[in-house]
Antibody
Framework: EVHLVESGGGLVRPGGSLRLSCAASGFMFNTYDMTWVRQAPGKGLEWVSY????????YYADSVKGRFTISRDDAKNSLFLQMNSLRAGDTAVYYCARHGLDGSGRYFDSWGRGILVTVSS | SYVLTQPPSVSVAPGQTASISCGGN??????VQWYQQKPGQAPVLVVY???DRPSGIPDRFSGSNSGNTAALTITRVEAGDEADYYC???????????FGSGTKVTVL
């Protein structure tokens, strides 16, 4: 069974940093592209960042580009999101999601339960 | 940037059919996904690549995509289908994934 478990969230002051982790199990992590998606309280889903299975291709939403860095450690079956220069608008539940392998692969077939990041003074 | 437009809400009686639209410029040329999200839970993929269903998703859920509009159709609606539904595409021109604003489905 596929498991994705996020950790590293919490309360941080504006301008601060936080590193999220996503521990994957139940599948061959190094085969899959991975993505971070966030959801502000009471709002919709917002894609944040993508990493191809090799880490060769990496993309960011305009709202986080230059502040967030996605990375992965295939040896540890883990995905990371380094978040710097955090703003109140970054307050959200952050989800780690796995891309599908069938067809286009441009979809997210498994999701973690999410981790809350609160940016506030 | 690419924009997906969804109606904020759809109401449907149990046993009837709900249809949720997702509008976007020439969206028919893109692969469209749909996610179901219940309160306090992570999203669940219900349709991918316009009309394919992941294993475990009932065939009451179906998708279509043509021209400037994609749609998710839920037949024989049940109380358990009450949730927020989001469409999603990959925009190759910007290398961005895009979500629609979401549609709240209420079962009367």
């Amino acid at each position: 069974e596929v498991h994705l478990v996020e950790s590293g969230g919490g309360l941080v002051r504006p301008g601060g940093s936080l590193r999220l982790s996503c521990a994957a199990s139940g599948f061959m992590f190094n085969t899959y592209d991975m993505t971070w998606v966030r959801q502000a309280p009471g709002k919709g889903l917002e894609w944040v960042s993508y990493s191809s299975n090799s880490g060769t291709y990496i993309y960011y939403a305009d709202s986080v580009k230059g502040r967030f860095t996605i990375s992965r450690d295939d040896a540890k079956n883990s995905l990371f999101l380094q978040m710097n220069s955090l703003r109140a608008g970054d307050t959200a539940v952050y989800y780690c999601a796995r891309h599908g392998l069938d067809g286009s692969g441009r979809y997210f077939d498994s999701w973690g339960r999410g981790i809350l990041v609160t940016v506030s003074s | 940037s690419y924009v997906l437009t969804q109606p904020p809400s759809v109401s449907v009686a149990p046993g009837q059919t709900a249809s949720i639209s997702c509008g976007g410029n020439k969206i028919g040329r893109k692969s469209v996904q749909w996610y179901q999200q219940k309160p306090g839970q992570a999203p669940v993929l219900v349709v991918y690549d316009d009309s394919d269903r992941p294993s475990g998703i009932p065939d009451r859920f179906s998708g279509s995509n043509s021209g400037n509009t994609a749609a998710l159709t839920i037949t024989r609606v049940e109380a358990g289908d009450e949730a927020d539904y989001y469409c999603q595409v990959w925009d190759s021109s910007s290398d961005h994934y895009v979500f629609g604003s979401g549609t709240k489905v209420t079962v009367l």
